[in-house]
């Protein structure tokens, strides 16, 4: 049993494999927080302690006890009104329009399997893989309850929690804030690892020490944004890739986020992942409830590389779905760089010729392929094929792909309108603009209001209806600016207007997910400002970022391994200069960094070299050599491009019999000093065969020393080492 109850000593024990977590219900009906770290056994309500702290107050059910204060009690789910004056976890304005939650332990059960959430994603798994722990928790004067759901993924070293509000009074409620997750250390020294960023600069690690007072991190944006990810861990101070505690907070939600961490008066660290407080007030009449999203836990006493190995296992195999979710996707070319909007069939069927001579297996047309869509001025929402512009209709378009050898896709923002279209002309309060203001414009677009049902119909009865015109096997799905100006039409309150919308995006997903099953949709948002573990469960890969420069990439492809497995990472060969910085880099390198990623291509294959689509050529089946290691293999940290010479990665199968390294050189010097890249995850004292020189090394020596890599003049030059294991005769 992965969920063990005491009833003697009340306490609720998790175990994972290699992690242990507990809760205590206590004297009072209080929940409190034990212990989460590495896997332990019995009763560790020794951690708590009790003495009179001054002006941290007492609960009137301890009566003359001035020892027991919840403003220093560890606690699974800190609410506002109970004396404990630290963040907390929910905030709930009550009937009689007071702020005061007290919620005390009613009940709790064990199942089979992993709870589902409805309207929402969540990890999911089967009762051979999964537990589920219920816990009611209920203020017993105003009759709102908390269920608190925790699923436990033994194998996985994973751990879920969600909690769901109901309103069992008898008038109006309000949630004002909810954060379904929350960790609370007693003791020790820790410090916040983050990823901001900005658009074509997204997920950058940040990593500062956990202070006295609160840091806090989220977006505001409608949207998990550019700016900050939804993800944070918990890192002891002494840390590193391979060794130390760490704890690591996923959100799977994709709209507006928050993640608290700080240092109370006791140096006892609070760390908390939820919804975004501001523009957030979710109204709940009698019996009815608000289920939170859930947030993915995960602890490693073996340093971060664990972690993030925790995390992708988990993603790829219980979150993402599909007949893609663990397997090598095809290898694309995405036309937006190569044209732009500016296009014919004509055009789009060349480019494709050359795709398919070069081994490229599917071709994806971008904007600008419907409607009067012929720059970012117009035409989003009219979702009409322009076969004028195309010379034919999308099925005979797809056809002509499909003849060549190559499957064909298409791009798609249905959350935006453009003021000059059909729809906004039509329909212009399905656009979130507040009567009487005139709206913030991004990208010349609006936003379509998506908490409303008829919206949604609308568009995704559109969207369907030019799927079914042609043999489409892959969707781009973008959403191009942030959502301001909300306001519903409908007359429902505002402060639920964000949420329901993150859930009217939810149900157009699934309804696509079910209706097309064998389509690959790869989420997007102006690159990379939507990559969270929610758009994951309907899209099992995002394009990573804007900005395809390779050097630029390995900083934002480093940021995102933390958290993200590489499967989900969509990331190409783009054309050089680049197109966003004018960065000049090889073609080889280039494709090492694409290759830490879904990999494919986005340049115009017509203004190419002989030369140039032979390399290619050689790249692609290069990348079909590794791609099942890239995409299911443990991925390993090797270096930090923020601040190394070199940027350098490693895939090592689970068996450990094989590892592809690869690094690029960020700094050149003159009279460089030699880089020494370690392997990791290699069998000890055994040998390998480094597949292209032929060379065999001791795999020890290799951890331990490291691999030099070439002095060479000459920027941001790539190199790739390939190492199989061989046995006592020489083979492999």
């Not at 409908?490 to 997903?509: H, K, N």
């Not at 900005?547 to 990331?571: H, K």
């Amino acid at each position: 049993m992965s969920i063990v109850y005491d009833k003697a000593q009340k306490t609720l024990t998790l175990h994972t494999k290699n992690t242990t977590y507990q809760m205590q219900i206590d004297r009072y009906g209080f929940l409190l927080h034990l212990y989460y770290g590495k896997r332990a056994d019995g009763c560790m309500d020794y951690l708590l302690t009790f003495y009179d702290r001054g002006f941290s107050g007492n609960p009137y059910d301890a009566g003359k006890d001035k020892t027991y204060s919840m403003d220093a009690l560890p606690q699974e789910f800190p609410s506002l009104g109970t004396g404990d004056y630290r963040t907390p976890a929910c905030i709930i304005k009550n009937t009689d329009r007071t702020y005061s939650s007290d919620f005390r332990y009613v009940s709790h059960s064990i199942r089979e399997g992993k709870y589902s959430l409805k309207g929402l994603p969540a990890v999911y798994a089967d009762d051979s893989v999964a537990q589920t722990l219920e816990v009611v928790l209920e203020d017993r004067v105003s009759k709102v309850r908390a269920v608190l759901l925790y699923g436990v993924l033994p194998e996985y070293d994973v751990i879920t929690r969600s909690v769901k509000i109901v309103n069992a009074s008898a008038g109006h409620i309000s949630v004002k804030k909810l954060a379904p997750a929350c960790l609370d250390m007693v003791s020790g020294e820790y410090d916040f690892i983050t990823f901001y960023g900005r658009h074509a600069m997204e997920r950058n690690y940040q990593r500062l020490p956990v202070g006295h007072g609160v840091s806090k991190i989220g977006s505001l944006r409608g949207t998990s944004s550019h700016q900050y990810n939804p993800a944070v861990i918990l890192a002891e101070r002494e840390t590193t890739e391979e060794a130390g505690g760490c704890y690591a907070m996923s959100f799977v939600y994709s709209g507006g986020f928050q993640s608290e961490a700080g240092m109370d008066q006791y140096c006892q660290t609070r760390v908390l992942m939820g919804l975004c407080e501001e523009q957030f007030a979710y109204p709940l009449e009698p019996d009815e409830e608000f289920q939170a999203p859930e947030v993915i836990l995960s602890y490693s006493s073996e340093g971060l590389g664990r972690l993030s190995q925790n995390l992708h296992r988990c993603m790829r195999a219980h979150l993402c779905r599909g007949k893609y979710k663990e397997t090598v996707r095809p290898v694309l070319l995405n036309s937006w760089e190569a044209f732009y909007f500016d296009f014919t069939g004509d055009a789009l069927l060349k480019l494709a010729e050359q795709a398919a001579a070069l081994g490229i297996e599917m071709f994806v047309m971008d904007d600008g392929w419907f409607g009067n869509r012929d720059s970012e001025l117009r035409g989003l929402g009219d979702w009409e094929v322009n076969e004028e512009k195309l010379g034919c209709t999308l099925g005979e378009l797809s056809g002509k792909i499909n003849a060549m050898g190559l499957k064909f896709g298409i791009w798609i923002e249905p959350e935006m309108v453009n003021e000059d279209s059909e729809l906004y002309r039509e329909h212009p309060d399905w656009a979130f603009v507040i009567p009487g203001r005139r709206p913030n414009r991004s990208r010349h677009q609006l936003v379509l209001d998506f908490s409303r049902k008829e919206v949604v119909d609308y568009i995704y009865e559109k969207i369907c209806a030019v799927l079914d015109q042609g043999n489409v096997e892959y969707i781009k799905w973008d959403m191009n600016r942030s959502i301001a100006d909300v306001y519903s039409a409908t007359g429902d309150s505002q402060g639920r207007v964000l949420y329901d919308y993150v859930l009217g995006l939810y149900d157009f997903l699934e309804r696509i997910v079910q209706r097309y099953p064998d389509i690959l949709i790869e989420g997007c948002s102006g690159g990379g400002g939507r990559f969270d573990a929610g758009m994951l469960y309907y899209t099992p890969q995002i394009w990573c970022s804007d900005n395809t420069d390779a050097i630029d990439r390995l900083e934002i492809q480093y940021g995102t391994s933390f958290i993200y497995p590489v499967s989900s990472v969509g990331s190409h060969v783009s054309a050089s200069p680049n197109h966003q910085t004018g960065r000049v880099t090889s073609m080889k390198t280039r494709g090492v960094a694409a290759t830490a990623g879904t990999f494919g291509y986005e340049l115009n294959l017509n203004e190419l070299s002989d030369e140039e689509k032979e390399e290619i050529r050689g790249q692609i089946k290069e990348y079909k050599k590794h791609a099942r290691l890239v995409q299911q293999g443990l991925y390993y940290r090797l270096t930090n491009p923020q601040s190394a010479d070199t940027g350098a990665w490693e895939f090592v199968s689970e068996d450990g019999r094989e590892a592809l390294v690869q690094a690029v050189t960020i700094k050149q010097h003159a009279n460089m000093e030699v880089s020494y890249i370690k392997p990791r995850g290699l069998r000890e004292n055994t040998v390998y065969r480094e597949t292209e020189s032929g060379r065999k090394y001791n795999s020890t020596a290799l951890m331990e020393a490291g691999i030099p890599v070439p002095v060479e003049q000459g920027e941001y030059r790539a190199y790739q080492w390939h190492f199989v294991l061989e046995d006592e005769n020489g083979r492999k």
